[in-house]
Every structure is written in C-alpha cells, then in structure tokens.
C-alpha cells in the first residue's frame, strides 16, 4: 500500500472564498504559524460605487491584501499551471498528482464540482466552476482526499475515487467553463495551483505591524498606496471602517432581490479573527486593559447579522435590509470605540520603548 496525507486544517478562520480558505487550511495544518495568521488580515476593502447584481457571485467586500491570490504568501510557494504551460492527459493525470503529494505540493485545482459526488455544489445541483484543494492519496483504496464544503454545506474532508477525478477533470461541461472562465489560474482545458509550505522560514509575531495595521484600519486609509506595483492602489475602493458605508449602501439598493451573504459572513470571519487577536494581545501583556469580553459582543452581532440576510434570502422582505443596516451601524460604532482605546493603548506602549531604548 501506498499512501501519503499531507498536514491540513479543515477549520480555518475565514470560510468565504476559496482563494483565502484552501491556503489558510495548508499554513494552520503546520505548528507554529498562528503568529502569522494574527499578523495579517486586518484590513478589509470594498468599492465605493455600488450597485445591484443579480444571482451571480459578487466578492463586494473582501480582506486587503488576499494574500494569496494577490500574490504569493510568506509561507507558501506557488505555482500556477495551466495547459498553456503543462500538458495533463487522462494517461499522466494520476501519476502527476501523486508525484505532487509525494512531494511535499499541496493542490489546488478548478472543477465543476456538481460533478463530484458529496459536495455542497452537487447537493444544490449547481454549475459552475469551484476551486478544491487536494492534499492527499491512497492507492490501495483509490482515492484523493480533498477539502471542500460537503452536502452538508460544511467544510470538510471528501474521498474522491482516482477514476471519478480523472472524468471530472477532462469532462466535457468542466473544460467549457473554463473557456468561459476570465479568472487568471485557469487556462483554455483546465487550472491547477501548486501549493508547497516552507519549513525554512518563521514568522512571528510583530507587534509593530499589527498596531500600524490596525491604526489605518481604524482611519479608513487606503492600504493599497504601499502596493502600487500589485493593482494601481484600487481606484473607487474603499478601506478599513468605511467598508462598512460601502456595505450599506450596497444592502439599501436592494427590496426584495437576492443577495449575496458572502460579504456579510466575511465581515463575521473579519470579526472573529479579530477577537482572537486581541485575546492574544491580552495574553501576552501588549495590552494592560482587558477589552476581549466588549469586543465578543461585535461577533456575537455580526453572527446575528449572518443569520438574518440568510434569513432575508429566504422571505426577500425590505425590513430585514433595514433591520442588517441597523445592526451593521451598530456595529461600526461599537468598533470603533473599542479599536481606538486599543491602538492609543498600544501606541502608549510603544513610546514608553522608545524611551526606554533611548534611555
């Protein structure tokens, strides 16, 4: 028998988009990388310009950088394959994967997964292309193991036979959503990102990145102006607070439309993350206050926020946009008062260094 299962988290902080789950799952499957999570998404950004979509998918508001779809992460090393670049036929298929997972490589790849039996998208009887991160085999059993959301609309573990995998990625339906496909890791055929962790770096955690993070955070300033290299400083966006004006105004435009919930559950996942780190700060004196038990009560309203535009996707009645825009005003304010006693505390903090290393 051969086998091999890579390291996984199959519980990572933000469970929105594909592109920001299947790299979180790989880094916390690894020890001592919590630092790094704790270090990053703290900014968020979102357009200025709104407007009203239909049943698509719409990333409205999302965690600035990405980090890994942006570009590449501190931790992991990438590789974006497609059939422009490697030739992949049902006869070199497996032999590949395996090769990859033998080798340490973690894969991500871009499937119409109404195709695969188990998941969230077959359960819903939805076309379309998702992304799946594959991280494991067993050649007795014949199977690769792969993290996606299940029938139970759950992130989880699936077992995809050798022989259902090598017909969903060549099918017929899948290789004409990527044709149609504009996204940048897909090619005419097929998309595959390589994902390999790197055991020689560390990252802990930095205090003065975070306090500065959090600082334009709270201001609303526009992070992108230190990565004009990446995306010409998002033009029309806005950033930090302000997302929440944004978000709003977006809700107001809506009566008795669909709306797309994953702005609303990012904002949560933003939250969590967020309290996490703050019990950090608490934890490791950078913080004298105690301010983790105030800011439960943010995540605990945007958990209700959560529910009621799943709620409101279900009745698509006016008063539950009325009654999210209340709540996220709420919100807003709550969070700033708590984030600023955070960061002048901290800023106290780090001028009481200052003078200490001068002294």
């Known amino acids: 028998m051969k086998k091999r299962i890579l390291p996984i988290c199959d519980n990572p902080p933000s469970l929105v988009y594909g592109h920001i789950i299947n790299p979180l799952s790989i880094i916390l499957g690894h020890e001592k990388t919590e630092g790094w999570v704790l270090n ?122 050798f022989t259902k995998f090598k017909e969903v990625f060549f099918s017929e339906v899948g290789q004409k959503l990527c044709k149609e496909s504009d996204w940048i890791s897909v090619g005419e055929e097929y998309g595959v990102v390589l994902y390999k962790f790197r055991d020689d770096v560390r990252c802990d955690f930095n205090i003065r990145s975070v306090r500065s993070q959090l600082n334009e955070y709270l201001k609303g300033y526009n992070s992108a102006i230190h990565f004009t290299w990446l995306n010409n400083e998002k033009i029309d966006f806005v950033f930090g607070v302000n997302v929440y004006d944004s978000l709003i105004k977006w809700l107001d435009l809506h009566e008795d439309e669909y709306i797309d919930n994953r702005s609303i559950f990012g904002l949560w996942d933003h939250k969590k993350i967020m309290l996490e780190r703050i019990k950090y700060l608490e934890a490791n004196n950078y913080l004298q206050n105690r301010y983790s038990d105030e800011y439960e009560v943010i995540v605990k309203k945007m958990d209700n926020i959560r529910l009621q535009i799943m709620k409101y996707n279900m009745i698509r009645k006016r008063s539950a946009i009325d009654s999210m825009i209340k709540n996220l005003l709420l919100v807003k304010d709550i969070e700033v008062e708590i984030l600023g006693a955070i960061v002048q505390e901290l800023n106290q903090l780090e001028l009481e260094n200052v003078a200490l290393r001068g002294a």
Request: overall charge negative.
């Open 40 to 161: 990053n998404y703290i900014q968020l950004c979102a357009p200025s310009t709104v407007k009203k979509y239909g049943e698509e998918d719409v990333e409205f508001l999302n965690f600035y950088p990405k980090y890994f779809s942006d570009f590449e992460s501190y931790l992991l090393r990438t590789h974006n394959l497609t059939d422009e670049i490697l030739k992949l036929s049902p006869d070199n298929l497996l032999d590949n994967m395996i090769n990859w997972i033998d080798n340490g490589y973690y894969i991500e790849t871009f499937l119409n997964e109404i195709e695969i039996d188990g998941t969230a998208l077959n359960e819903s009887k939805k076309t379309r292309l998702n992304e799946q991160l594959f991280f494991g085999y067993d050649s007795d059993s014949e199977i690769f193991k792969m993290l996606a959301f299940n029938d139970k609309h759950h992130l989880g573990i699936i077992d995809v036979p």
